[in-house]
């Protein structure tokens, strides 16, 4: 036997219940998106990497640590998109599509070199759901309440939390950086690796590390809440007005920054217990600037990216993972019925029910044995006899009952 191939590590392959529960977790997502006026958009996979590298930011951990890039044959450089809004702001730039607003969800898996664990992969996928032409605190708010919408449809809004930040413009936010420098600057020592280096290309990051050290450190740093214009306390103060409205409930956390550069003003994670480490299920916030920054007319935009794989754990947590079972178990005595079943089976698919064939004809017992396993509600039996008389035996599997139908009966029954 040749050697078995195995797949990389960090890239899953979805199957079985698992698969099952992303489709219908995609179908939910994709009613709700329908339902406030989202249009899909299809982007390519692979993006130059110049791309990544201006609208993500050449500091980050994403671009600098993470990005899966390769030259292609024409020596150009390419990267495995990490993310979707700078692609989906790619394309509207260049197909001229930011003359009037824009609501567009953009899906599909993303890359991102990490160190791989539950909730935590190499290839993984997103729903970006990105808004353009809105300067509106409204927006901001409307985008969480969509995903607060999910959260109540799929059954797990308890276990979410919403965590929300304002991090102000680019002035406000430089003015404070320089602030946290110059008290960090003392204690540059006591930091932990990643917020030394930080402290000359990134230093907002800081406030997002998990070192200790650090954290205490932290508690008496200056704070990006004094730093702020009152047009950006405004705007905050709007959107957390709309949300006490709504009744969802957040958190404000004064130290949720983002890992990517080009947000403003609102910053936006939803967050559980409830799958370990990786906790952080949807996450966004505005990115009015980004538009512009990559080469198109100043527009406003705000989106945020459903974390596919972790919402999926979560919500197999509380609904389990069961494949849905065919409602019809078609079997056919011989291979002289087959075609006859298999005509019935594609009028009753016509009316919305599913059937399932079973295509290798085996003794009927047997048959019957298995369609009682297969979870089916019913099995739709065409014998010899059957075949004759041009009738159809239904057997209810749960009750055991037993009907000998005419075509137009059996179809009668599974009307809606
Ligand atoms: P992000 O925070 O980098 O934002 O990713 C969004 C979500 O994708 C995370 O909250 C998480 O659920 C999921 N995610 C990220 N990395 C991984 C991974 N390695 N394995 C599994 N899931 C992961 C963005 O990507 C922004 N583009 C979101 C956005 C859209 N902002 C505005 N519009």
Wanted: aromatic residues 8%; hydrophobic residues 40%; glycine residues 6%.
């Amino acid at each position: 036997m040749s050697e078995m191939m195995s797949s990389v590590r960090g890239m899953r392959t979805i199957l079985g219940a698992e698969a099952q529960l992303f489709e219908r977790l995609h179908d939910v997502v994709h009613e709700l998106l329908h339902q406030f006026g989202y249009q899909p958009i299809y982007l390519p996979i692979v993006e130059k990497t110049a791309l990544f590298k201006r609208a993500v930011g050449e500091e980050t951990d994403v671009v600098n640590k993470e990005m899966y890039t390769f030259n292609d044959r024409n020596d150009e450089s390419l990267t495995l998109r990490p993310e979707a809004t700078a692609g989906v702001v790619r394309a509207m730039i260049e197909f001229g599509q930011l003359q009037q607003v824009q609501r567009l969800y953009a899906e599909g898996p993303m890359f991102r070199y990490e160190k791989p664990q539950k909730g935590r992969y190499r290839q993984f996928n997103q729903i970006s759901v990105e808004a353009f032409g809105m300067q509106s605190p409204a927006l901001d708010a409307e985008l969480i309440q969509l995903a607060h919408e999910l959260f109540v449809r799929l059954g797990v809004r308890e276990k979410v939390q919403l965590e929300l930040n304002t991090i102000g413009q680019s002035e406000e936010r430089k003015r404070f950086a320089q602030a946290l420098v110059d008290y960090l600057t003392p204690f540059k020592d006591q930091l932990d690796e990643d917020s030394q280096r930080r402290l000359s290309t990134n230093p907002l990051r800081i406030l997002d590390s998990k070192d200790e050290k650090t954290k205490a450190l932290l508690v008496n740093a200056p704070v990006l809440d004094d730093y702020l214009s009152e047009e950006s306390r405004q705007h905050f103060a709007k959107v957390c007005a709309i949300l006490d409205h709504l009744g969802i409930a957040y958190v404000r956390n004064p130290l949720l920054v983002r890992g990517l550069d080009y947000y403003n003003h609102t910053v936006i994670e939803w967050t559980t217990n409830a799958l370990g480490a990786q906790g952080t299920i949807t996450a966004g916030g505005r990115y009015d600037q980004l538009v512009e920054h990559l080469g198109g007319k100043p527009t406003p935009a705000a989106g945020f990216a459903f974390g596919v794989d972790r919402i999926a754990l979560l919500w197999a947590d509380s609904v389990g993972l069961s494949a849905p079972k065919s409602q019809v178990y078609g079997i056919a005595a011989t291979d002289t019925e087959q075609s006859a079943l298999m005509a019935m089976a594609q009028k009753l698919r016509a009316q919305g029910v599913s059937v399932w064939v079973q295509s290798d004809s085996q003794a009927l017992k047997k048959q019957i044995q298995k369609a009682d396993k297969s979870g089916a509600d019913y099995a739709l039996i065409i014998g010899e006899s059957e075949r004759e008389q041009g009738v159809y035996t239904l057997k209810n599997l749960r009750t055991g009952e037993q009907q000998t139908l005419s075509a137009e009966a059996l179809l009668t029954h599974f009307q809606a």
